[in-house]
């Protein structure tokens, strides 16, 4: 049995667990993420924009507040599975918490912004903590994507890791879009219709990264 368990072609049931939970938290992210780009897109075409855009803000916050959390519940353990050094750990910690941080502040602001306090001020605001959070995580998201596929003792193949890369590239370019966005939209210039394009944007990058680490996970529990 314990030469069975150490093998590398075998997951044990604590990677089972791990990659669970991770895996559910980027489903969660993923549908998140969809849900915004969705309320986005109603909100411009005309169907109740504003509130559609604070119900987007809140569903963009918690989809990063869930994955950021699954991630921290099993960061240890993932970490200690595939052998990665406290650097690593340091690096995908700092990415999770900016998820955390920016999740939180963004739900926040929106449901705030739902309940009409400062509404348009408030989603800009969302829109540039999103930005910001997406920008510093970044580099968790392809660390993360990369730590899932080498779980079992396998190494990341040529396309995991395009993939892992794609994904992260696209939450650095929207991030810095967003931020751009929101910025624009704070001084006044079409702040309903930025905003909108923000969050579409964001939910999209949102849903990207989610797909791409639940993707990997599927692909390795597979093997």
Not at 8 to 28: C, K, L, N, W, Y
Not at 41 to 46: A, E, M
Not at 59 to 72: F, K, M
Request: charged share 10%; with cysteine.
């Amino acid at each position: 049995m314990a030469t069975e368990l150490a093998h590398p072609d075998f997951i044990t049931r604590e990677q089972e667990a791990t990659m669970g939970v991770v895996a559910g938290g980027s489903i969660a992210e993923a549908a998140g993420g969809l849900g915004a780009v969705v309320l986005a897109i109603l909100g411009l075409v005309g169907l109740l924009p504003q509130e559609m855009a604070a119900i987007a803000a809140i569903a963009v916050g918690v989809a990063l507040l869930l994955e950021s959390t699954a991630v921290a519940t099993r960061l240890s353990a993932l970490l200690s599975e595939t052998e990665k050094s406290l650097s690593d750990t340091a690096k995908l910690g700092g990415g999770m918490g900016a998820e955390f941080v920016g999740g939180v502040a963004g739900g926040v602001l929106g449901l705030l912004a739902l309940l009409g306090i400062g509404p348009m001020t408030l989603i800009a605001i969302a829109v540039i903590v999103f930005g910001a959070s997406l920008l510093l995580s970044s580099g968790a998201t392809y660390r993360l994507d990369l730590l899932a596929s080498n779980v079992g003792e396998k190494r990341a193949t040529v396309a995991q890791a395009l993939v892992a890369m794609a994904a992260s590239g696209v939450q650095v370019l929207i991030g810095i879009a967003a931020i751009a966005l929101g910025i624009i939209a704070l001084v006044g210039i079409s702040t309903l219709i930025l905003v909108l394009a923000g969050l579409l944007s964001i939910g999209a990058a949102v849903a990207i990264s989610g797909c791409s680490v639940s993707g990997t996970i599927a692909s390795v529990m597979q093997r």
